[in-house]
């Protein structure tokens, strides 16, 4: 407990009392738990963070609203996976929240430990990604309720089939699986449109609720605007001091999936733009960072929070699905236009095409180097690792490999990466920046 802060104390405790009380009690830590997650969202709003920029503050505020809001009333929600689209859940009226988010929140409370004990209790292996260890261990322990569906995509990974089935079993409600093919083509897009309208029509019999096809094109459009302001803002990154955090970009990430299709979300996209080009310069090491990472470790966070050493300038969890050349999508016909967005992004099909738009974010911000964040349990990201390492070095941008959790601290050696983190921003600062990709 030395050199914790008072802060750290004090959600430690209140994380504690979630696994003091898990097995027991599972009503009062769903009460506990949506106590501290109410007045975090009241504190986003009423003091915003001022070493954030006006969209970072915003971004949080949009995530707290949206995945308290899903907690508060899970019973009206869809749990969703990450890629999943979610604008028929949102001309439904229905609150997608997704698993990165729910575990993220117990992550935050310091409550993780619990629920992944109670989830390995019953047979899940440690192995497993540990963002379904931890939904699945709120899932069985009773502190999750049961929400109206579940929904989730073949991309990325093979988790999200698992958990979701066994979690439609477990609480007796509709499952949709989204099967997309590997194969990038026009074939693949038209097959998991009629997938999506199949979906539609679960979605429509479990909200009790007549899908109304033009609000569903109001809202890909609105999709679609908000797409091409975030790929605008990417050349605006370029150089400018972003005053991000870990955690904000996840969150961020994490609104332009839920989100998505929302005018909140559309107006984030725009914000961030116009503060990007009223940003300052920036001299530190800007990074492209790929996939999760792992906010609440403080000392790697120092390195890369709001800090002149080093910023995260893109991820790739947010710029998934970027326009090839002039190509774009078309939302005036919905089905088609989400499943495009599915079939192209690139978590799908080899793993070059996850280093293609690595090298592209990097090359479009300028950024000086990589980080691969190989988050426990997750095949996908350590098996392409080794590939994406390869490509970007070969184009002249220095990787680091980092593994880690992104969601157990329990199962982070802190120091071990910091000093690794601490070591690559050095070498990249030294060797001079911006070196051979021109
Ligand atoms: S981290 Fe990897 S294994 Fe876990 S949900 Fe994401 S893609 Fe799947």
Redo the contacts with the bound molecule.
Sequence with gaps: MAGQSAGDRLVNWYGGVVEKNLLTRPDFVHSWLMLGFQAMRAKVHLAPYSDLLPSGNHGYQLFMDSVVGALADFGNAVVT??FTPNEIFHALGVRPVT??AVASFASGAQAEGGFISAAEGRGIPETY?S??RILMGMATSGVLGRPRMLASCSV??D??NLTFKTLGRFWGIPHVYLDVPYDVSRDSALYVADELREMAKVAEEASSCKLDESRLREICACSERTMHALAASLPTRRGRYLANTMTIDMMEMLDLHLSLGLPKCEELAHEMQQDFLAAPPYEGVNLVWA??SPYFLESLGRLVNTSKTAQIAASDMMFEYLPEGDAWFDATNPYEFMAERLVRNCFNGPATRRADCIERLARETDADAVVLFC?W?????AGAAQLIRRQLEGAGWPVLVLDGD?CDRANCMEGQMTTRFSAFLEMVDKRGRKAGHE
């Design positions: 996976s990450i698993a990165e990604c963002y379904h990325a990974c988790a999200n996939h999760v988050h349990g997750c095949k996908q990201t992104a």
